[in-house]
């Protein structure tokens, strides 16, 4: 069986206990998806990659190594403006594959939620 060792950091939200923020898995580093929220109030910022990123870092990786985005829009209307985004931070060649889908959202009004793959730094 391969060994799983969970990553955590403070500087992203805690997640719930059902998950862990991140798992380094044979090479690998997998993160939970994750909404773009203020750390110190847990209220909804703008963006999530700040987030990710935190926890790559704690991960002993980077935005670079990211191999996989799966994002989640709850209006395809903000396709566009998650591009511009997404641009600034994945703008180096080989860009990550992606998946972009839309989801209905009852009660809070979720702009994007952001999982990662990425490729471990310290295993390259």
């Known amino acids: 069986m391969p060994q799983k060792e969970a990553v955590s950091t403070d500087k992203a939200p805690p997640p719930l206990p059902f998950f862990s ?3 380094k898995c044979q090479g690998m580093v997998y993160c939970s998806g994750s909404i773009g929220m203020d750390v110190a109030t847990m209220k909804l910022v703008e963006g999530g990659v700040a987030d ?3 926890v790559l870092e704690a991960a002993g990786s980077s935005i670079e190594n990211v191999v996989k985005v799966n994002v989640f ?3 395809m209307q903000n396709f566009a403006a998650m591009n511009k985004v997404y641009a600034e931070f ?3 060649d080989p860009k ?3 998946t972009c889908v839309a989801l209905i ?3 809070r009004r979720i702009l994007v939620v952001n ?3 990425i ?3 310290s295993y390259d």
């Open 115 to 117: 999982e990662f793959a």
């Open 73 to 75: 829009l709850t209006d």
């Open 119 to 121: 490729k471990a730094k």
């Open 21 to 23: 923020q991140a798992i």
């Open 105 to 107: 959202s009852k009660g």
């Open 96 to 98: 990550p594959v992606r």
């Open 90 to 92: 994945f703008h180096k």
């Open 52 to 54: 990710r990123t935190a």
